[in-house]
Nanobody
């Protein structure tokens, strides 16, 4: 059973920075697209940034120029560097990944979420 383990959330002042990390545990063959999503109180979960196994990235307009997604394929780890944080970035951040668990089987997994709180 594959699990995605996130770390790096916390409380930060507006204008500050945080770095989130996410790595899988368990057995798998490969990891394709990985991404970060967030959910603010009372709102739907939204995509923040994604990165393919080839390194192609995609960002929500609200974080472009402030957040950077990257991955270390050797460690199967995805990172989200968040700079110039704003109070509206507050929410639970979830890691997501398409994981090849068998030769012909790829499944989508979610992490348990990590809280990011930006104080004004």
């Amino acid at each position: 059973q594959v699990q995605l383990m996130e770390s790096g959330g916390g409380l930060v002042q507006a204008g500050g920075s945080l770095r989130l990390s996410c790595a899988p545990s368990g057995r798998f063959r490969n990891i394709f697209t990985m991404g970060w999503y967030r959910q603010a109180p009372g709102k739907q979960r939204e995509s923040v940034a994604t990165i393919t196994d080839g390194g192609t990235t995609n960002y929500a307009d609200s974080v472009k120029g402030r957040f950077t997604i990257s991955r270390d394929n050797a460690k199967s780890t995805v990172y989200l560097q968040m700079n110039s944080l704003k109070p509206e970035d507050t929410g639970v951040y979830f890691c997501n990944a398409d994981v090849q668990v068998l030769i012909a089987v790829t499944r989508n997994y979610w992490g348990q979420g990590t809280q990011v709180t930006v104080a004004s």
